[in-house]
């Protein structure tokens, strides 16, 4: 019995993923369309990230946001992903002396 709840519960889950890779593989999207979709990965990545820079330091969310505009200013310049992390850990930990 435990058996079929597990075999049906992974199909549940497997099914609403793999049916839209599926669909969209098929359809064919107009540009303005496929140029909105890429942009959602960003989108959800900013607010992810947002929240967490507000409460680095929850007192104090200035600390937060400096950090986040120098990892900002860091990736504008074209810098490894590495640095700009670097770069925004050091300017946070600079401010929190």
Known sequence: MIL???LGMSLVT??????PAYIVDKVHF????NR?????????LGALIFPGILTVKP???????IGGAVAVMLA?????????????IATVF???I
């Not at 497997?14 to 049916?19: A, D, E, G, K, T």
């Not at 107009?30 to 369309?33: F, G, L």
């Not at 104090?60 to 946001?65: A, E, K, R, S, T």
């Not at 504008?76 to 925004?88: P, R, W």
């Open 59 to 65: 007192d104090q969310p200035h600390i937060g946001l």
């Open 36 to 44: 909105w979709l890429n942009a959602i990965p960003y989108a959800a």
């Open 4 to 6: 079929f709840i597990i």
């Open 94 to 96: 600079l401010l929190t």
């Open 30 to 33: 107009p540009e303005w369309m």
């Open 76 to 88: 504008f310049l074209g810098l490894n992903i590495i640095l700009v992390v670097i770069g925004a």
């Open 14 to 19: 497997m099914i609403p993923r793999i049916l």
